[in-house]
């Protein structure tokens, strides 16, 4: 398609090259009609430019709009070159002291909670940074996108509203000055005639709508026939339903399919075929009947496409405009003006109005272009934002209303720039008052909510997915309501007053269709077929739980609005409660000689409904008359004489008893839905609105009425008016057996009525209610929360009702309600209160900081606290009684001291004294003293305790603060002591509790007893301090202390014996002990011998005499035989472990790792060719063990491991789910541990002591000798390998071949050594040889492979060296005690390592060996070797020293091991030494110390100098030999380090004590340790012949020439540890660098889930479709892709956007964990939701960098996936 096409572009090229935009302009400027011209100009070009073709050409097409069609407009309208004229506007041009940066998704916005006037306005990083308010107390989240920077907005901001560079921009302000004064006339009429004509022909040709056919002044001559099948995107279709039609509608690849979706996603449409009609006809019924079988179809269009290039220039030019009038306040003022200028039709025809309101019919990319445009001009402008808004305002029930018909989200719709008008004070007032917009937003709000019952209330259908789809988009409306009332007028105008009003009525019939919906009605007999509906009205009601607050906040401002909106309140609910006694007889009720009328009415079985909204509201205001002091300055005003109390108290008493019934279990049968509801009623997200104000509304009734009437109301609406109105009710129920289930729940329905009455007499913290302010009742939330347990302030935030004005969303989040709503006011609130009351711990490694309660504020702690849950109640009981044991106090838990009551609410504390309530009190105190069985529960008397401590604590504080004169007619104290009517004269309440002290049933309320006597006594002593009697009274306080001592001695002598007893049983059983060790005196004696054999450690052991230890050569310290046994943890039985017994197995894991990588971008190309003999020092890749030190039998594992496989198997055919670990690779978690593993490793015996036990001669060769033997020994296999691959015939040349071969002496190549191994022992070997080339190379596994020895000893190599750096990082000794596992892993893994030749074929060995050692000791036939740059010297010693018995066990020449091994480790040590001198190029400085001519510095020197001889002068020269020691020293000490561990698991040989001990650097004892001499160049000097030789053929190697003429690079030592990047110290600057950081593929579009790789400090735009990449067959995400090149599979990352960590490990394992990053009160923020500052935390983040260290990466995987099973369902491949 393409070749076809690129003629024909070449010829368009041309024609449109040579259009000049100079000319152009020049005939538009002569133009009688300009829009003719334009538009002749626009119809001709427009198509020739765009769209030419399937695929755009987007830069192309650019370079050509500008050259031909915007080139002439900006000539046109300048006059002259656009680059001076635009140039010259700009120099006249003031710049605005308004931002108005338009906010990218992703990006780092700021608000401060300090000054910010609402939540909702922000500040972009830069404007941040420059302000004053990057010293307060600000929150940072991360943008949607849209909306703008408010910097500059002095409405926004209660003090530094500008930043320092828009600051500047402010000193010429004086007034609001036209802008269009500083462009000249012609400029001006050009603008506004070129704007006019643009704006119009973009606004006309985006809201056509033919498909086919464009407006008749825009048509072309000769219309060719090419149309796109265009795709757009909607909210319903998953990117899968999408990528899978169009793989079937236009055959594309799955790729290509992956592009047109992101695209249609991204820019909301895309052409997905080309060309004539019928051929995109047929695309787009392929689509549509694809995609309409579950939902509606996607939506497709076949358009011309000439409609498709004017659609794409219209956009164009709507960019173009945006940037234009950047250049010039007066050219945006020209724009503004013609885009509200009313069209020839009248009423919505302007430019701007037509956009909006064809808003939900363009297309996302279409919408985004215009809302920048309106941003950049509209809202930049303040004259045209008033009447931009006034316009918005007028439309606002289409807007909405299309809206509601869309189905994009509201972030891309017109509707969410409500926030800018909204929000803003002044623009929200004119509206209110100009455009009466409360009333239209709940007018419009309710005509979307039809549904109603016959008594008008709001019904909602089954909440679908569906439902649930629009109902959100209803609530954006609830969202605008709230920016217009976010914030409260300061003056009110009469104007205002009367539309505030008549919202207030609008808003008063919203709450009236919720007053009383989803009503309930007890289930009986059955349980309920079909839960109800009940979550919509839950969601409506959270939704408006704020604006019912700000609606009370703003009448609470204005008296004659409150008292306006109390009558319209009230008489809403008189209306609601119409009809109050209609079919509910009347009904008298009479208890203690009073009696009422009230109305038969029954919870249990009537219908009842827990929404009361109209009560809810009239209860707040109610309380705001009390709090402004409306009732005493007015009362004539008020109609508080109309109110009718049994009418107020009615329905919330009804909506407590339905709680207290569903607490005592009647309504069980109701199914969840109910006890959901009960459960929101009192969460803290409603109970603001819904449970503390119907306890208000109670408050007001009993203030009202007669306490014992109201007392009786209750008694009946709780059912429990017989139980206290029958005299000896206690007595009949134990005499009678009723139904158990009845009194147990008449007991709980008693208990929950006294909880209820403390809370009516208690809860007097709201201001209004009780003599209090906000603090303190923000005060006491607090105590009560830390007196459960201490909390974080996150926590503690969540467990707090949110602040009114705190629940805006902020602007830049707008539409986007799942944001985090903030807390501003809350949290400022919170953090000034906390302070007083709490103190703050700060976090360790792991946890968070908590608050934790001062303990003087103990006092005021409330036990039967509101807001409790049954739950947190028992724990705070708990808690304090348990804090109070500490400090040796009783444990009583007395009501606090309360505050009094408003004058309105004064009367509430009667209740307490009333008749009724005594009667109450002494019927339970009477069935607690008869203690009989089920009628009386402890927590019922708690409760009456409770209450008469309140009633006691109330009648003191009357007492203390009386007026002269004034008699307290509170008197509690009397009544209490009087004894009851006749006839059955039971005792006074007084008496009771008396007998209640000290009876053996109520040990627990004691304290609380004793308590109320002495508060009794101490009143009494008040009112007779005043009167003249002491007698009564001691009498009194005389009982009660000596019952007090009685207590006392009692207490002492329970707790005298116990202690008898205590050291009774201690003596009996260490007597017990001491017989057992006796009997059993043998088995102690081997326990002991054990621990010894087993600690390997053999410090301090006697064995080993402390001369110095030697850990290898001939003279190599003898260690002893010891014998080590070891239990299995699968059997449990213990054996030794022996040469030819049962292998004795430890779990372990192997993987790949990078860990010390220095160059991580080396890749294997082709594995199965690869040969890892050598290991490059750049440890490119290395292959680490590691175990977690649990011992099996290999057979008890190999059982175990079949059954894991087999429970797999099993598993997979019932569910396709991850597990943590891959059964395929042989992956299983210990069966002790649960630690992943995949492979195990044989215990064994040192294997040198096995193989060594040959007959030794004294003299042993040295150095030179040895060499000469090994080379002979080599050239002889050589020769005798030659022998054995060739054929036949040949066979009488090689017999005299053989003859002249001089075999050396001792030699025996014939010689096959047996395996000294048991079966089982072989088996293992193999299994971990094997499983270790399988892992390091990602091969299939296969034993016989040659490669199988290399990699065991590269993996002893590898972990030894990671070993190393970990204890070098953390600056710990070489030989500090290890954790035992990783001593007990490097000791097998050794050792393993060494007898693995033992299962290898020898020949092969001993090959590698060859090999290994001619790298060294060139001999004829190995050219192809690396060069000594190229070889780590580690890797090769290990793999010298494991594959040397292989060559001994054949030499019987006497020859010891011992002696091999020291020779190898000084070959391989001088070759280091040589490596370093070569590399380490560091520079001199004239330091040079004194000592320079010791004999070690002038030995370096001399042999630096034989280096620079034999590299041909190309070496540079260096004069201090000091430097060059120092540089040696320094470069050779890591691999001394690892020699010393290697040789000590090898040979046993403890670690001299000296290397334990930290700090100095053990530089002699490791050269002794290791059998070096301490002036190490001695070995040169002492070897000078064959060094000679040796040094000269390393040198001669070209690679080295190469180096040394800088013509590639080689590792210098010591290798530096790798670590984790640096992060920033603030975590903005890390969203900010992501938010900058776009998409690789999808062109410049910003990465939605940016993720940071912490090893590499590469961004990756993770989880998303643009950049996935196949890897072994699969489509993975960016981040595991990366594993694979960066980490080799293991990758630590962190996801910027949420603040997370993440764990990736191969394509199935992964797990989050916590950042390093705290904000001030030491937590995390994962998902950024509470947006505090954030900041690094260096310890947690070296924690992270010590996993990676550690290689536990993949273990902590393991752990998080076996501990939370919601992790192994995540497709983490996908990220």
């Avoid at 919505?348 to 363009?362: F, G, Q, T, Y």
């Avoid at 702690?861 to 009783?890: G, M, P, T, V």
Wanted: overall charge negative; charged content about 25%; aromatic content about 8%.
């Amino acid at each position: 398609m393409a070749s076809e096409l690129e003629p024909e572009v070449q010829g368009l090229d041309r024609s449109l090259l040579e259009c000049s935009a100079e000319e152009t302009a020049g005939k538009w400027l002569q133009a009688t009609d300009l829009t003719r011209e334009v538009n002749q100009h626009l119809a001709h070009y427009v198509p020739k430019i765009y769209c030419r073709g399937p695929n755009p050409f987007p830069q192309k097409e650019d370079m050509l709009a500008h050259q031909v069609l915007l080139g002439p407009m900006e000539w046109y309208l300048c006059g002259e070159d656009p680059e001076l004229g635009f140039s010259k506007l700009e120099q006249t041009n003031k710049p605005s002291h308004l931002c108005g940066r338009v906010f990218k998704v992703g990006e780092p916005t700021y608000s401060c909670r300090d000054c910010a006037v609402d939540p909702t306005c922000v500040l972009c990083m830069e404007c941040f940074l420059g302000s004053i308010h990057r010293d307060h107390r600000y929150r940072m989240t991360t943008s949607g996108g849209g909306g703008f920077c408010d910097c500059g907005d002095t409405e926004a901001w209660k003090e530094g509203p500008y930043c320092q560079k828009h600051e500047l921009n402010t000193s010429e302000i004086e007034e609001e000055e036209d802008p269009l004064v500083h462009l000249s006339e012609d400029v001006i009429a050009r603008t506004y005639n070129i704007f006019a004509i643009m704006f119009r022909y973009a606004v006309e040709i985006l809201t056509w709508e033919k498909e086919s056919e464009l407006p008749p002044d825009l048509e072309m001559v000769e219309k060719s026939d090419t149309y796109y099948c265009m795709l757009f995107n909607d909210e319903v279709h998953t990117y899968e339903q999408v990528i899978y039609t169009l793989q079937k509608a236009v055959n594309c690849t799955q790729k290509e399919a992956i592009g047109f979706a992101t695209t249609v996603d991204r820019d909301g449409r895309r052409s997905v075929r080309y060309g004539d009609f019928q051929y995109c006809e047929q695309a787009k019924s392929v689509i549509v009947r694809n995609t309409s079988r579950q939902t509606k179809p996607l939506k497709v269009q076949v358009m011309h496409s000439s409609i498709v290039a004017h659609q794409n220039f219209g956009l164009k030019l709507l960019s173009w405009l945006g940037s234009i009038i950047g250049y010039s306040d007066g050219l945006r003022r020209i724009l503004c003006q013609v885009g509200l200028q009313e069209g020839p039709n009248g009423e919505n025809s302007s430019l701007v109005d037509r956009l909006m309101l064809s808003d939900s019919k363009l297309w996302k990319g279409a919408r985004s272009v215009y809302h920048q445009l309106f941003m950049s001009s509209l809202l930049m402008d303040l004259k045209y934002k008033k009447l931009f808004a006034v316009r918005f305002a007028k439309n606002y029930q289409q807007l909405q209303r299309d809206f509601m018909e869309d189905d994009h989200e509201r972030a891309v719709s017109v509707t969410a720039l409500s926030v800018q008008f909204f929000t803003a004070p002044t623009l929200a007032r004119m509206l209110i008052t100009e455009e009466n917009l409360m009333t239209i937003i709940i007018k419009t709000f309710m005509d979307h909510l039809r549904h109603r019952d016959a008594q008008g209330r709001f019904q909602f259908e089954r909440y679908t997915a569906l439902q649930a789809f629009k109902f959100r988009r209803v609530q954006s409306l609830i969202l605008d309501l709230k920016y217009v009332l976010i914030s409260k007028p300061t003056e009110w105008s009469d104007d205002l007053r009367q539309k505030f009003l008549e919202g207030f009525d609008a808003f008063l019939e919203l709450l009236k269709c919720m007053q009383g919906m989803d009503p309930v009605t007890r289930q009986v007999g059955q349980h309920i077929e079909m839960e109800p509906e009940w979550e919509a009205a839950f969601t409506l009601q959270m939704k408006l739980t704020h604006v019912i607050s700000m609606m009370q906040d703003w009448c609470a401002l204005d008296e004659k609005v409150l008292i306006e909106a109390y009558k319209k309140c009230l008489a809403v609910l008189t209306q609601c409660h119409g009809g109050f006694t209609d079919g509910e007889q009347p009904v008298t009720l009479s208890i203690c000689g009073h009696s009422v009328e009230t109305i038969r009415y029954c919870v249990s079985k009537e219908k009842v409904s827990i929404h009361l909204p109209v009560s809810r509201l009239l209860a707040g205001l109610h309380v705001l008359v009390s709090k402004s002091e409306v009732a005493y300055k007015f009362p004539e005003l008020l109609p508080l004489s109309e109110l009718s109390p049994p009418m107020l108290i009615e329905h919330p008493l009804r909506c407590l008893v339905l709680c207290a019934q569903v607490h005592a279990g009647m309504w069980r049968r109701n199914g969840f839905s109910l006890v959901n509801q009960i459960y929101y009623y009192h969460n803290v997200k409603c109970r603001r609105e819904m449970f503390d104000k119907d306890i208000v509304m109670l408050q007001t009734g009993v203030s009202m009425m007669d306490p014992n009437h109201f007392l009786m109301i209750m008694l009946s609406r709780f059912e429990l008016h017989q139980i206290f109105s029958t005299p000896d009710y206690g007595k009949k129920i134990s005499s009678e057996t009723t139904h158990k289930d009845l009194v147990q729940q008449n007991n709980t329905l008693i208990e929950e009525m006294l909880y209820l009455i403390i809370m009516l007499v208690g809860e007097r913290f709201s201001p209004g209610v009780g003599q209090v302010n906000a603090t303190d009742e923000i005060k006491r939330e607090i105590i009560h929360q830390l007196s459960i347990k201490p909390m974080a302030h996150s926590e503690l935030v969540k467990s707090l009702p949110e602040d009114v004005s705190t629940c805006i969303l902020r602007k830049e989040n707008y539409g986007n309600p799942s944001l985090p709503t903030s807390l501003e006011n809350k949290e400022t609130g919170m953090e000034s209160v906390i302070e007083a009351v709490a103190h703050f711990k700060k976090p360790g490694l792991t946890g968070r900081g908590m608050y934790e309660l001062k303990p003087e504020c103990a006092k005021e702690f409330n036990l039967y606290f509101y807001h409790f849950s049954r739950a947190e109640q028992s724990k705070a009981e708990e808690a304090q009684r348990k804090l109070k044991r500490q400090n040796k106090e009783d444990t009583a838990l007395p009501p606090p001291v309360l505050p009094p009551f408003c004058p309105l609410f004064a009367s509430l504390v009667n209740i307490l004294q009333s008749d009724v309530m005594l009667l109450i009190m002494r019927t339970v105190l009477q069935w607690t003293v008869e203690h009989n069985g089920h009628v009386w529960s402890e927590s019922m008397l708690q409760r009456v305790l409770h209450l008469i401590g309140m009633a006691l604590q109330e009648e003191k504080q009357h007492l203390e603060n009386v007026m002269e004169e004034h008699v307290v007619t509170f008197t509690f104290t009397q009544k209490i002591s009087k004894p009851g009517e006749a006839p059955n004269n039971s005792p006074s309440i007084l008496a009771m509790l008396e007998t209640l002290q000290n009876a053996p049933y109520l040990e627990v309320h004691k304290d609380m007893i004793k308590w109320i006597l002495k508060t009794f006594n101490a009143i009494k002593k008040i009112r007779e301090s005043s009167s003249t009697s002491p007698v009564a009274e001691t009498e009194g306080t005389i009982m009660e202390e000596s019952s007090r001592d009685k207590d006392k001695a009692e207490r002492k002598r329970k707790a005298e014996i116990a202690r008898l007893r205590r050291e009774k049983i201690m003596a009996q059983m260490s007597e017990m002990q001491r017989h057992f060790i006796d009997e059993n005196k043998e088995l102690f004696q081997q326990t002991l011998e054990l621990d010894a054999s087993i600690s390997a450690v053999l410090d301090n052991s006697p064995m080993v005499s402390d001369m110095t230890r030697t850990a290898l050569g001939p003279a190599q310290t003898p260690v002893p035989e010891q014998r080590q046994f070891v239990t299995c943890i699968l059997c449990q039985e213990e054996q030794e472990v022996k040469v030819e017994s049962r292998a004795m197995v430890l779990a372990a894991f192997v993987q790949r790792s990078t860990v010390l990588s220095k160059n991580r971008s080396k890749f294997i190309q082709d594995p199965e060719k690869y040969d890892p003999l050598f290991m490059h020092p750049d440890l490119s890749c290395g292959t680490h063990t590691g175990s977690c030190g649990h011992i099996m039998h290999a057979h008890c594992w190999q059982r175990y491991f079949d059954s894991v496989q087999a429970k797999e198997q099993r598993r997979q055919q019932r569910l396709r789910l991850h597990t943590s670990y891959d059964v395929e690779n042989g992956e299983f978690l210990c069966p002790l541990c649960e630690c992943l593993s995949n492979t195990v490793i044989p215990l064994l015996l040192p294997p040198r002591n096995i193989f060594n036990s040959r007959f030794l001669f004294s003299d042993q060769p040295n150095l030179t000798q040895w060499i000469r033997t090994i080379s002979q020994q080599i050239k002889a296999l050589q020769v005798l390998r030659k022998e054995d691959n060739t054929p036949n015939t040949a066979l009488s040349k090689n017999l005299e071949n053989v003859d002249e071969l001089q075999l050396p002496e001792g030699f025996r190549p014939d010689f096959h050594p047996k395996n000294p191994y048991s079966e089982s022992i072989k088996e293992m070997l193999t299994t971990f040889g094997t499983a270790t080339y399988k892992v390091g190379l990602k091969v299939h596994p296969n034993e016989e492979d040659p490669r199988v020895p290399i990699m065991c000893w590269g993996s002893c190599a590898y972990t030894i060296q990671s070993i190393e750096r970990i204890l070098n990082d953390e600056d710990k000794p070489l030989f500090s005690p290890l954790p035992c596992r990783l001593d007990d892993c490097l000791r097998s893994l050794t050792r393993f390592a060494a007898a693995h030749w033992t299962v290898a074929s020898l020949s092969v060995v001993q090959g590698h060996f060859c090999k290994l050692f001619a790298s060294l000791v060139p001999g004829d036939n190995h050219g192809d070797l690396p060069c000594i740059l190229d070889i780590d010297m580690f890797h090769l010693l290990v793999g010298l020293v494991l594959a040397f018995p292989a060559l001994q066990c054949q030499d019987f020449s006497g020859i010891s091991l011992g002696t091999g091994d020291l020779h190898i480790f000084h070959l391989v040590t001088m070759a280091h030494i040589i490596q370093i001198l070569l590399t380490s190029c560091t520079e001199e400085n004239g330091m040079d110390q004194e000592n320079a001519s010791g004999e070690e510095e002038l030995a370096v020197l001399a042999l630096y100098k034989t280096l620079h001889q034999y590299t041909g002068s190309a070496l540079k020269e260096m004069h201090s030999g000091w430097h060059l020691l120092r540089n040696v020293r320094a470069g050779i000490m890591p691999f001394l380090r690892c020699s010393a561990l290697f040789f000590h698991y090898l040979n046993g040989v403890p670690s001299p004590p000296e290397i334990q001990a930290s700090g100095t650097s053990h530089f002699e004892h490791l050269c002794n340790y290791l059998s070096l001499p301490n002036n190490f160049i001695c070995l040169f000097q002492e070897n000078k012949e064959i060094m000679k030789l040796l040094i000269e053929s390393w040198c001669h190697n070209i690679e080295v020439k190469r180096y040394l003429e800088g013509e590639r690079d080689a590792i210098s030592y010591p290798r530096e540890s790798n670590k984790l990047i640096d992060l920033p110290e603030d975590y903005s600057s890390l969203i900010n660098q992501a938010s900058n950081f776009s998409c690789p593929k999808s062109g410049g579009d910003k990465s939605r889930a940016p993720t940071l790789c912490l090893v590499c400090g590469t961004l990756l735009c993770s989880q998303s479709y643009c950049c996935q990449t196949e890897l072994e067959g699969e489509d993975v995400g960016a981040c595991t892709a990366h594993t694979y090149s960066c980490g080799s599979g293991v990758g630590i990352f962190l996801r910027v956007r949420e603040c997370q960590v993440l764990f990736l490990a191969g394509k199935t394992k992964g797990c989050f964990y916590s950042p390093p990053y705290l904000d001030d009160y030491g937590e995390t923020d994962q998902g950024l939701r509470r947006g505090n500052p954030l900041h690094l935390c260096r310890e947690r983040f070296k924690k992270i960098q010590k996993l990676w260290h550690q290689h536990s990466i993949t273990e902590e995987i393991g752990h998080a996936q076996e501990a939370n099973q919601t992790l192994v369902g995540i497709d983490w491949q996908h990220l």
